[in-house]
Every structure is written in C-alpha cells, then in structure tokens.
C-alpha cells in the first residue's frame, strides 16, 4: 500500500500537477498583463471599498480573514520545515515563484465563486468551486464529484492531519498525555461549531491578524539575533533553488526537481490557490462586484506565503540548523531547536501555542468548506449540517491513532486530485473570468466604484440565481 500511494503521489506532483499549475499561472498572467503587479493596489482598495449593507453575506475583510485563518495551519510551520529538509533551500524560492504564479489563479477562481454564488435556505450567501462547475459549465455531475472529494478530504483528512500535529506539538511541550490534548481539543471544536457561522467569523476576524502579528514578532526576534547570517541565508535559497549546491555533486537536475517540487507542493498546501478551497468563504462576501473578492484573496495568498512562510523559512535558516544532520531532525523538531536556539527553553512551549492557534483555525475553516459543499449537494437545506458537524468531530478523535505518514500521503494525493478538477474547470471558464476582471477595470479607470451588472453578460443569461445581484 506503501508504495502504491508513494507512486500515485509522484506521478500526481512530479508529473502533471506541477506543469499544470506553472503552465496555467503562466497563462494568466500573460492574459492578465501581470495583474498582480499592475493592480497590487487593488488588494489593499478593495478591503476598504466594500461596504455592503447586505446583510445576506459577510463583508471583505471578515472574507479575507477567515481565509487567511484556513491558510495559516500547521503547513505553514511544520510544512515548510518539511519542504527545506527534503528539497533543500531553494523550496522556498519555487514557493515563492508558485505564489506569484498562483495570484492570477485565485484571483480568477474567487472572481467566479462570486459570479455564481447562491443562497441557503436561511438566506446566507453560499457557494464555491461546485456551483460555478454546476452553473458556469452546466456539468452538475461535476460539481457533485468535486463536493464529495472536498467534504472527504477537508473535512476529515486535512482536520485529522492538523489536530495529530497539534496534539503532537502540544503533548510533548507541556509533558500531557496526547490522549486528553485530543479530547480537551474535540470540546473546543464542538463549542465553536455549535455557535454556527457567524461565530466562526468572529473568531477569525480577530484570530487571524493577533496570530500574524505574534508569529512575525517571533520571526523577526529570532532574525535579529542571527542577523550576521541573513546575507547568506539569501544567497543560500538562490544557489539551491538552481541547483548550484548540488552541481559539483553531479545531481544537478535532481536537486532542481526536488526543490522545484517540495517548493511547488508547500506553496499550494499553504496559500491554496487553485485548489478551490478559498471560493467558499469568498461566495459568503457582500461585494458589489465578483472582482472585489478576486483581489481580496490574492491578497490572502500574499499574505499567507510571502509573509508567514517565509518567516518560518527564515527562522530556521538563519538559526544555523541545516548544519546540523538533517536526516534525523525535521519537521516540528527542526523548527523547534530552530526557535529555542534565539528565544531559549520556552521556545517548545512558544512553538506549541502557536500550533494549536493555526491548527485550530485551519480546522475551523475547513468545516466551513465542508458545509458549503453539503449545502450544495442538498441544494441549499442545512438540515444534515449537524449531522456533518457530529461526524467532523468523531473523525477528529478517532484520527489521533492513524499514522502520519498515510495521513501525510492520503493529503498530498487528495489535494492533487482535487486540484486538478478545479484547474479543469477553471481553464474552461477563464473567458468569461477574465472579462469579469475587464470589466471591474475598466470601471475603475473611469472613476467609478465598480458595480456588477449581469445583463451586460448575455452568456450569464440563466445561469445565475434569481436576485443575487439585486
């Protein structure tokens, strides 16, 4: 089985995914004219423009937020240490370089979810990858495939990795038994989820900037102490990204790919562009026009890569550890000793709190992206959401006893899979995305706040649910 999965996940990764998602950033970014160079403003406007009374959905910035609370899991600790001891350093110029890349993408995937969004049946804004699959392409049976896949694999496979992580981390920093961390955790869970939506939008609205602040204060501490290596910590990530460190060796394009590869797959796991996660919480925002939520969630992107994985890129190289052997530290170890190297004995403690933070907060979102998909599956009724709920929170206790590595394996090859259909459907639907786009543009050119008006769209003509652009 072991080596089943360990083939499925390389050709995935190796061979498919990581062209397609170069290939397609590429395309649009061309297509674009790098927009997310030209209008890097926009992310920024956009934030303060929306200011939307409609009370059916929830505003950018709580949007941008939630997001940012689902990106900002254990991947971006514990995963980028992973990606430098397997890839090397130069991983974190390829997710850097995918990151780019991927803005355009979410900027088109989220533009969409907002083109298509819909209501539940309490009258809340809804949507995602599903329905603009459902409605965009008239392929239903897609949408369905692509609904189950994410219910399966977010909900469960990804919530199970981040609490084992945080059990983990917790449990060997303040000396508990994993077994009550897990339950201590699975009540917490419940308690946040009984209070529904829009308690899991105030706790992100002010968790996920507390939690970005605090980390980078962590980051920026442990720079400073090590701060005569950060020149070479640079040229480090440069030289390895191109396979220079691996030259005189003579695996030279081995230590390319796997750097390419690491990078690429880190990038994705953590910023989620593509994936079509983030399009649920985008559907769920007020915005006068579908563009508004596209440069919000760039920004998300931004956000999550260039600012909290690259501070744990920096806290473990300028720390000096990868001269240490990195085949028997890695993971949460390697970033540990990283960290307790600049901050002293508290650094495991320190390191543990902020994983049970993300992990937390990713777990939370994930939910949402769950719900959103059952929603869609049962057009609108949210009668079986507790049911899911229930479901989502036996998972997460039974989880504990699974081993990482499957765990591991059985995430890396879902979110290919899952990635792959949304791209699918994206690349089939980047015309009219993209004119969306135009439109906000050259409304904004004009002067005006940008409006989205439908019948200027006759290829939207019923596709869209009656009044959701009233």
């Known amino acids: 089985m072991a080596s089943l999965l360990n083939f499925l996940d390389d050709i995935l990764w190796e061979s498919i995914l990581i062209y397609f998602l170069l290939g397609f950033g590429i395309y649009l970014t061309l297509r674009t004219r790098f927009i997310q160079f030209r209008r890097w403003r926009e992310m920024f406007l956009c934030l303060r423009r929306n200011k939307s009374a409609d009370a059916r959905g929830v505003s950018s910035f709580q949007s941008l937020a939630v997001t940012l609370s689902g990106r900002i899991g254990v991947g971006s600790l514990t995963g980028v240490a992973m990606a430098i001891t397997t890839g090397g350093p130069g991983a974190i110029f390829w997710m850097w370089i995918i990151t780019l890349l991927g803005m355009p993408i979410a900027l088109i995937e989220n533009t969409l979810a907002q083109v298509f969004k819909t209501t539940d049946n309490k009258m809340q804004f809804r949507g995602g990858p599903s329905e603009y699959m459902s409605r965009g392409l008239g392929m239903r049976w897609m949408g369905v495939l692509f609904s189950v896949l994410m219910i399966l694999i977010v909900g469960f496979v990804f919530n199970v990795l981040q609490a084992k992580a945080v059990t983990q981390a917790v449990a060997a920093a303040f000396n508990l038994t994993p077994w009550h961390i897990s339950i201590a955790l699975g ?6 989820l009984a209070g529904g939506l829009r308690t899991l939008v105030k706790v992100s609205v002010w968790l996920a900037p507390i939690m970005c602040l605090s980390y980078m204060l962590l980051a920026f501490w442990v720079m400073a102490v090590n701060v005569d290596r ?32 690491q990078g690429i797959q880190q990038g994705l796991f953590s910023n989620e562009a593509g994936s079509g996660s983030t399009p649920h919480i985008a559907a769920m925002a007020a915005s006068r026009h579908p563009a508004n939520q596209g440069f919000t969630q760039m920004l998300g992107v931004l ?5 909290v994985c690259s501070a744990t890129a920096m806290i473990i190289l300028s720390s000096g550890m990868l001269t240490a052997p990195t085949d028997k530290i890695s993971g949460i170890t390697l970033l540990t000793q990283a960290v307790s190297g600049s901050i002293g004995s508290f650094g495991p403690q320190l390191l543990a709190i902020f994983m049970l933070i993300f992990g937390f907060t990713t ?9 959103n998909n059952l929603l869609f599956l049962q057009r609108g009724k949210t009668g079986s959401l507790y049911l899911l709920r229930l479901a989502m929170l036996v998972m997460l206790l039974v989880g504990s006893f699974i081993g990482t590595p499957l765990l591991m394996q059985t995430a890396s090859i879902s979110l290919a899979v899952i990635t792959m259909i949304n791209l699918t459907a994206l690349l089939l639907l980047s015309g009219l995305a993209l004119k969306v786009v135009r439109d906000f543009e050259r409304q904004r050119v004009m002067g005006r706040e940008p409006v989205f008006n439908s019948g200027s769209f006759p290829e939207l ?9 009233k």
């Open 230 to 261: 950060l020149p070479e910590v640079f040229l480090l990530i440069f030289k390895s990204a191109f396979g220079f460190q691996e030259f005189a060796a003579g695996a030279l394009g081995y230590g390319v790919t796997i750097a390419m590869t």
């Open 187 to 192: 009540i917490l869970f419940a308690l946040t």
């Open 303 to 307: 956000v999550d890569t260039f600012v």
């Open 363 to 371: 777990m939370m979102t994930n939910c949402m992206y769950a719900e």
């Open 461 to 469: 003509k019923g596709q869209l649910q009656d009044g959701i652009w």
